[in-house]
C-alpha cells in the first residue's frame, strides 16, 4: 500500500499495479545542455509505446552533461552521470529501463550504466540537428567553428559575421550533426545492438525520430518480458562490430575511450590495440565532416547506419543479438543506400582500409596514444621535427599570436597536463589553433601532440590519449623545448628522440602536479580515475553490481 498510494497522488488509475512491466525512462534533459533539450517530448513518445506495449513507463531525470557549458570539461562528469544512473535505475522498483541520451559523454555514460546493472535496456538517442545554413552553404557543427576561428585570427572573417554565422550553425533542436562525438557515440549505440535500425541518424526534428522513440517503447517492455540484459546484446562480437564502424563512417576518437569503458563495465575483453588491428581491412565509406564533405542529415537521406552495415556485410558479425531480438544481418539485410556520394561502396570507398584511428605507441606513449588519420594530414603522418612544449593549453593560448613565436610548419606543438588525472577530466584541448603567424603565411595544419582529447568535430595531425599522462609521470612530462620528436604512422610509433640516460635524469628531477582538488567529486574522479588506454573509468566502477540493492526488500 505504502508504494502504491504514494505513487496514486500522480492520479494514476489501480491497473497500473497489476504486475505489469515498469519501465523507467531515464531523460538526461536540461536547458543547460542544449543537445538534449527536447529529450522531455521524446520521452512522451517512448510512454505511448510503452503503454501500447502493456508496461507502465516513468520518466526520470540523470544528469544533463552539456558539452558546451560544462567546466573544465564534460568529461569530468562522465563517470558520474554513469554511477548516477546506476544507483537510480538499481534503486528503484524498475524492470526495464530506456536511456534518452544525446550530448556527447550522456551516451556513454547511460550505457555504462546500464551494463552494469544489467536490467533489460534500450537505448534512444535526441538525433542530430538539421543541416546548419550560412551563406548558401551547409555547416557542421564545431567543425565550423575551428575553420571560423581561424578564419578570424588570419583576417578572413570579421566578428560580425562570426556572430551571425552562429546562428545560422545551430538553427534546429538536436546535437552536433557532423560526425562527431555525439553522432560518433549514437552510431555505436546502434552498432553495438543497444538502439533501434536507424535511430542514430533521424534529424532530432524529424517525425520519425518519435516514431522510432514510440517504438522502443513497445520493444522494452518485450526486452523485458524475454528478460534480454545488455550483456546478452553488448558482447565482444558487438564491440568488434562497433569498432569496425567507427572506421567505416569516420568516427571520433572519443569513441576509443567510451567503448572500452563500456566494455569495462560488462567484463568483455576489449584492449587499445584492438582500434588498431579491427580496423585494418576496414575502408571509410561515410563521406562526412569532418572528415569529409555532408552532414548527418544527408546521411540519414542516403540510408543511415543500416547502409553502412550492410555494405560492410561479412567485415561485421552478423549474428550478434541486437534490441529487436533479431540480430545484426537481419535488420540490415535490406536496408537501401539512395546516396553513393555519402555512403560509398565497399569497392570504391571514400578512404582505403586502414584510414581510421590509429593507435601508436613508442617511448613517448609507453601505453598508447591515438590518431585519427582520416583527419590528418597526408605528409604530416609521416614527420620529423623539434618540440615546442607547453604545459597547458592556456600557456600556448596565451603566446598563439606573438609574431615572434619561434615555430615553423615542422614544429611539434606539445600540450601537456591535459590528461585525466591532469586537467582534471581529459579535455578536448588538443587541437589547439596553429600559431597565427603560420595560419597568415597559409599553412593549415602541423603536428599536435597532447594527452587530452579531441573534439570529435575537429580535424589536423593531433596524437591523442597519450599514456600514461603527463600528471601521472608519463614520459610526456620530460620532453623539452628542442627535443626531435618523431612520428612515424605507418609503423605506428611516436618517439622522444633523447638517449635513456638523459630521460632518467629528467625523470628525477620530475615532480608531479600538486592534487587538483582536496575534497568532492574532483578530489575523487582524480584519485581513482583510470588512464585512457583503458577508457578512463573509475578504479571501483568496473565491473557490475546486478540489480539487487544489498539486501533487497521490496
Ligand atoms: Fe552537444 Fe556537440 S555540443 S553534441
Known sequence: MNHRSWMRSQGFTSEVFDGRPVIGIATTWSELAPCNVHLHRVAESVKRGVWQAGGFPLEFPAMAL????????????????????????????????????????????????AASVGLPAIMVTGGPKLNGKYQGTDVGSGTAVWRWEEDLLAGRMTQEECAFAEGCMSRSDGHCMTMGTASTMASMAEALGMQLPYSASWPAVDSRRYETAQRAGQVIVDLVEHDVTPAQIMTRAA?????????????????????????????????????????????????????????????????????????????????????????????????????????????????????????????????????????????????????????????????????????????VLVIRYCGPKGYPGMPETANVPLPAKLLKRGVRDMVRICDGRMSGTAYGTVVLHVAPEAAAGGPLALVRTGDWITLDVPARTLSLDVPDDELAARRAAWTPPPPAASRGWTWLYTKHVQQADTGCDLDFLTGGSGHQVGRDSH
Open 239 to 411: 564491440f568488434e562490430n562497433a569498432i569496425r564502424v567507427n572506421a567505416a563512417i569516420g568516427g571520433s576518437t572519443n569513441a576509443v575511450v567510451h567503448l572500452l569503458a563500456i566494455a569495462g563495465r560488462l567484463g568483455v575483453p576489449l584492449e587499445l590495440g584492438d582500434f588498431d588491428t579491427l580496423i585494418r581491412d576496414v575502408p571509410t565509406l561515410v563521406n562526412l565532416q569532418p572528415s569529409g564533405k555532408y552532414l548527418m542529415e544527408d546521411f540519414c537521406y542516403a540510408g543511415g547506419l543500416p547502409a553502412v552495415m550492410r555494405e560492410l556485410g561479412g567485415l561485421l558479425h552478423g549474428d550478434a543479438l541486437t534490441v529487436t531480438r533479431r540480430c545484426v544481418a537481419e535488420n540490415v539485410r535490406d536496408a537501401p543506400c539512395w546516396n553513393r556520394d555519402v555512403i560509398m561502396p565497399l569497392a570504391a570507398p571514400f578512404q582505403p582500409a586502414g584510414s581510421g584511428t590509429a593507435v601508436l605507441r613508442g617511448n613517448l606513449a609507453p601505453d598508447g596514444a591515438v590518431i585519427k588519420q582520416s583527419a590528418s594530414s597526408a605528409h604530416l603522418l609521416k614527420h620529423r621535427g623539434r618540440a615546442l612544449v607547453f604545459d597547458s593549453p592556456e600557456d600556448y593560448h596565451a603566446v598563439e599570436a606573438d609574431p615572434d613565436l619561434d615555430v615553423d610548419e615542422d614544429t
Open 66 to 113: 552539456g558539452e558546451t557549458l560544462l567546466r573544465p570539461t564534460a568529461m569530468l562528469y562522465r563517470n558520474l552521470l554513469a554511477m548516477e544512473a546506476e544507483e537510480l535505475i538499481r534503486a528503484n522498483p524498475l524492470d526495464g529501463v530506456v536511456l534518452l541520451s544525446g550530448c556527447d559523454k550522456t551516451t556513454p555514460g547511460l550505457l555504462m550504466a
